[in-house]
């Protein structure tokens, strides 16, 4: 990560992939700001490592523009399926 990131938002923060980015962004002092489809989720990904976590749907404009303000860069890894 470049000296200039200081915030991050892990789309699908509860995910396979992202259980492993999260801690890893925030090992390196990166505030990470995870975005979940089910809140029944955000409690695992806070314990990951995130700082906050934001309920939204991808299919939602408003819940995304609302998840990225403030944030330097997005992390979004999509299902291979």
């Known amino acids: 990560m470049s000296?200039?990131?200081t915030s991050v938002l892990a789309?699908?923060?509860s995910g396979k992939n992202a259980g492993f980015?999260?801690?890893?962004?925030?090992?390196?002092g990166v505030a990470v700001r995870g975005?979940?489809?089910d809140a029944a989720t955000t409690q695992r990904v806070l314990?990951?490592?995130a700082?906050?976590?934001v309920v939204g749907d991808l299919?939602?404009?408003?819940?995304?523009?609302a998840a990225?303000?403030?944030?330097?860069?997005?992390?979004?890894?999509?299902?291979?399926?």
């Not at 299919?59 to 523009?65: E, G, I, K, Q």
């Not at 990225?68 to 399926?81: E, I, L, S, W």
């Open 21 to 28: 980015v999260v801690p890893e962004l925030s090992r390196r």
């Open 59 to 65: 299919r939602d404009h408003a819940s995304l523009v």
């Open 47 to 49: 314990e990951q490592g």
């Open 11 to 13: 789309i699908g923060a």
């Open 68 to 81: 990225m303000r403030g944030m330097d860069a997005v992390y979004y890894m999509a299902p291979a399926f």
């Open 3 to 5: 000296g200039s990131v």
């Open 35 to 37: 975005m979940v489809r």
């Open 51 to 53: 700082g906050e976590v």
